[in-house]
């Protein structure tokens, strides 16, 4: 992969942190990461199921990052290191010749409001454009309201709503709106 979209290391007010390629010894804080984020998402009468969707997504996904963000398949998967541990992870994963979806965007809580998000997204934009494409998609729930913001902010127009009634390693489901976002 070219350097501009890996192993870069950014400066952001408080600390340094660096966009890196996943690597399988990442599985567990990676792991960690976005069950704790997942956990804080939850609502409380939504617990049980968010356990639920955590469990299935890391068995479903996150224990396959590796093949399912292959390169020779036009994916890509980084980890955020802080040099204390893994505090962000995202993906594309190609959805056609021109369109890739964002996927698997979390960054922990303590990390947020210091641009970092702004830096990872543009790395996945970045290698997208690398890749040939000319969209990016991503979904997000509605619970996730600061996502919603910033994705808006970047200059995502929102596509479509559905509700997801069934739980999928990509959702929680549960009767729970999902938001349909692109950039082109």
């Known amino acids: 992969m070219p350097e501009n979209t890996e192993n870069r290391t950014m400066e952001t007010s408080e600390e340094s942190v660096r966009i890196r390629a996943y690597d399988d010894a990442d599985f567990a804080a990676v792991a960690a990461l976005w069950s704790r984020i997942n ?32 390169q020779a398949r036009r994916n890509a998967f980084w980890v955020v290191d802080s040099g204390q541990g893994i505090i962000g992870s995202f993906g594309i994963e190609s959805r056609g010749a021109d369109t890739t979806e964002l996927r698997r965007m ?21 290698r997208a454009r690398e890749l ?17 913001a910033f994705y808006t902010k970047c200059g995502f127009r929102m596509l479509r709503t559905e509700i997801a009634a ?18 082109r």
């Open 166 to 183: 069934a739980m999928t390693a990509s959702a929680v489901g549960g009767g729970m709106t999902r938001l349909h976002f692109e950039k």
């Open 106 to 126: 979390y960054l922990d809580r303590d990390h947020r409001g210091r641009g970092i998000a702004r830096r990872m997204l543009d790395c996945a934009e970045s």
């Open 39 to 70: 956990r804080e998402l939850a609502p409380a009468d939504m617990r049980a199921a968010f356990e639920h969707y955590i469990a299935a997504a890391i068995d479903a996904e996150l224990m396959h990052l590796k093949g399912i963000f292959a």
């Open 132 to 148: 040939g494409f000319s969209r990016v998609i991503l979904s997000t729930a509605e619970i996730q309201q600061a996502a919603i």
